[in-house]
Structure formats: structure tokens, C-alpha cells
């Protein structure tokens, strides 16, 4: 009877070993909710429209709907979104490459790159066309076409 248990240890053994190696290897950084929301083009989640303006100046057009209001800067890339309801910025999008870094990540990298800098995802969306990363009031998702980055969003919580 011992015979048969010894192999049944050394299997839990070997496998508690190895899923601590993997625990180890994980990055620290990886869990999102455990830093501030970053920083897209200079400009942060809850800024003004002055400090916005200071940042990346005059919008090329500026629209309302839904009970939002829209900063556009169409040659950039960017979009800074504001809720009527509340004084600072909500949601900055990304659509070009020259638009900046967001952890690591541009528009036009790999999806594996997207992975490897923001970790794995808590909610991927439509087949994987939206991959979706939260932190502490806030969401960085990704859309995805053809295995790369076309356009980052930075959503604050409601």
C-alpha cells in the first residue's frame, strides 16, 4: 500500500513546486488594479478642460452628444471625452501610432505585446476584438484587427 502512495506524494510534491515557479515568474506589476491609471499623451483621467488645453491645446473640433462632450484632435489621434455630469476628463481614446505610449503599449503593436506589458486581460469582448484591463477606477482596453492594437481607450469608473 505504501508503494502506491509514494508516487501520489511526489506528483503533489512536484506539482506544488512547479506552480510556485510559476507564481514567481509572474510579474509583480501585472495586476492593473494595483497602480494609478496612466497617463495617455500627458493627459490624465479627471483633468480639466484648461489643463487638457494647456497639454495639447485648442481641440480641431469639438462636439456634444449623449450628455458628453468631446475634445478632437484628429491629426494626433487623440479624443478626450468628458461626461456633462462631472468637472474632469473620463475617457481619452487613441487611434494613431504618434499618439503616445500607453504602458508600454502604441497603437499598431502586436496583440502579444498588448499581453506582455498589460498582463492578461479581465474581460475580452466580441471574439477578442476588445480586450479589457481594470484598475482602481479605471479600464484600459484595446481593440484589436488583424493580431494589433488599432485604437486604446482609458475610461474612468463611474
Not at 479624443?79 to 501610432?97: L, M, Q, Y
Not at 497603437?107 to 482602481?136: C, H, K, L, Y
Amino acid at each position: 500500500m505504501i508503494a502506491f502512495r509514494l508516487p501520489a506524494l511526489r506528483f503533489v510534491r512536484v506539482t506544488f513546486v512547479l506552480t510556485v515557479i510559476g507564481l514567481l515568474a509572474t510579474p509583480l506589476a501585472m495586476p492593473s488594479a494595483q497602480v494609478k491609471a496612466p497617463a495617455v499623451a500627458g493627459v490624465t483621467l479627471g483633468m480639466t478642460p484648461r489643463d487638457v488645453g494647456a497639454m495639447l491645446g485648442s481641440p480641431d473640433r469639438q462636439q456634444t452628444s449623449l450628455g458628453m462632450r468631446f475634445w478632437e484632435y484628429p491629426a494626433r489621434g487623440i479624443t478626450v471625452i468628458w461626461r456633462e455630469d462631472a468637472p474632469g476628463v473620463n475617457a481619452i481614446v487613441v487611434s494613431k501610432r504618434g499618439a503616445g505610449v500607453v504602458r508600454e503599449v502604441r497603437v499598431g503593436d502586436a496583440t502579444q505585446q498588448v499581453f506582455a506589458s498589460w498582463g492578461t486581460p479581465v474581460r475580452v469582448r466580441n471574439s477578442g476584438r476588445f480586450i479589457d484591463f481594470v484598475g482602481r477606477g479605471w479600464t484600459l482596453s484595446a481593440e484589436i484587427a488583424n493580431g494589433r492594437a488599432v485604437e486604446i481607450t482609458l475610461l474612468a469608473a463611474r
